[in-house]
C-alpha cells in the first residue's frame, strides 16, 4: 500500500512551490498557479466521491499552514459525521443573501415605490390634472399613515385605516385612493419587494369589508341654448380678460376646455388658420385638426405679442387655469359650464344646418361610426368643417333675433 502522506509540507515550502498541486496529507492540498497565486483546498471523499472545498488564500498575507491544517481536521469530523462541508457552505450563503435581501427590503418604503411608477409611468398620461391628483391623493390620505413603512410589511389593516374614514364622506376619492395603493402595492410585487396577495385588492377582498362605495350620479354638463349665445357673445365681447377670450375661443373652436388651454403655439398655423391639436393632448389619442375662423384668428393675433408659451395664460406668463373661465360665468351670474357649449354648437349644427351628421360629431372630435366605416374613412373633412366652423362663427356674431343666420335647411326640407 502506498504511504500515507502527513505533515509534508513546511512553511519554507509553501513558499516556493512551483506551479501544481502539492499534498500535505490527510487531503490537504497547496495549490500553486502559473502566476505564483496560492490556496489551499482540502479533498474528502463522501457517498464514493471526490470533492474539494476552497479554504483560502496561502502565503504572505493569507492562511497559514497550521490554520490550514486546522482548518482541514475541523472539516474532517464533519466529514466523519456524513456532513457535506461544500453543500453545507452553499447553504450558509445561500442565507447570507437571502438576508442581505430582506435587509435591502426592509428598506423600500411605500412612498419610493409609489414616486417611482408615478416617475416611470406618468409621462403616458396624457391628462396634467391625472398626474397632479396621483400625487395630491397619495400625499394627503396615503403617506401620512404608510408612506414611511415598508411595502413589503403593508397589510390589510393599513389599507383600511387610510380608506374607513373616507369611504362614506368621499366616496369617489376613496375609491381612487384605494386603486392607487393596489397599483403601487402590484408594482412592488413585480419588483420583488413584496410577496402574497394585494391587501388593496377590492374583488375578494375589500369588498367583503367595506360597501360597494356611493357612486355619483353624474347629469349633463349645463349648456346655454344656442338661442341665446349671439346676445351672450355681445356681453362677453365687452369683458377685456385672459379669461373671456379664451372662453371665446372655447365656444368658436367647439373644443374642450383642457385642449384650449393646453395650446401652444407650435400647433398654430395663421397663415392657413388651422389648429392642429397633438394625439397626446386629445381625448380620443388621435390628432384633430380644426379651422380657425376669422373671428379665432384675430382673437389668436390679439393675445399672440404677449409671447407666452401657451395662447393664453396668466399675467406672469403661466398656463390659464379652467377655473379661470368657469368663475368668468359665475361672475355673470350664468347658470351653464363651460364644456356646456358644445352642446349648444352640437344643437344649433343639427336643429339650424344642413351639415351632414359626421361633418358635426368630426367638429367635436368625436369618433364617427363603427370600426367597419371608420376603416374606410380616411379623411377628416375638413373642408366641409371649416364652413361649418365658419357659419358657427357668422351665427356667434350675428344679433340672435331671427335665432340663426343659416337657413335651417331641414326645415325646408321637411
Known sequence: MPRKLSNVLTPLTV????????????????LVKETGARSWVYRFMLQGKSRDI??????PGGISLADARAARDALRLKVKAGTDPLEERQREASKAVTAAQAAAIAGITFRAVAEAYIGANEASW??????????????????????????????????????????????ETASRVRGR??????????????????????????AQILPPRTRLKRGHHKAMP????????????????MAALALEFVILTAARTNEVLGATWAEIDLDKAIWTVPASRMKAAREHRIPLSPRAV???LTVRPLGTANLFATDK?????????AMLLRRMKLDCTVHGFRSGF?????????????????????????????AYRRGDLFDKRRRLMADWATYCASDGAAGATVTPIRGVVA
Open 298 to 300: 384675430e382673437i389668436l
Open 317 to 325: 406668463g403661466g398656463k390659464l387655469s379652467a377655473m379661470a373661465m
Open 226 to 241: 344656442y338661442a341665446v349665445i349671439p346676445a351672450f357673445m355681445v356681453n362677453l365681447r365687452t369683458r377685456e380678460a
Open 54 to 59: 476552497g479554504l483560502g488564500a496561502a502565503g
Open 15 to 30: 513558499k516556493n512551490a512551483k506551479p501544481g498541486r502539492h499534498a500535505d496529507g490527510g487531503g490537504l492540498h497547496l
Open 346 to 374: 352640437r344643437d344649433w349644427a343639427a336643429e339650424c344646418t344642413g351639415y351632414a351628421h359626421e361633418v358635426c360629431e368630426m367638429a367635436l372630435a368625436h369618433v364617427v361610426g363603427n370600426k367597419a366605416e371608420a
Open 181 to 206: 395603493i393596489e397599483t403601487v402595492l402590484d408594482a412592488a410585487k413585480a419588483r420583488g419587494y413584496r410577496e402574497g396577495e394585494n391587501p388593496a385588492r377590492w374583488r375578494g377582498h375589500i
Open 126 to 171: 396624457r391628462n396634467d390634472k391625472h398626474r397632479q391628483q396621483w400625487r395630491n391623493t397619495l400625499a394627503s390620505y396615503v403617506y401620512p399613515v404608510m408612506g414611511e413603512l415598508p411595502v413589503a410589511d403593508i397589510a390589510t389593516a393599513h389599507v383600511l385605516t387610510i380608506l374607513e374614514p373616507i369611504w362614506k364622506d368621499k366616496p
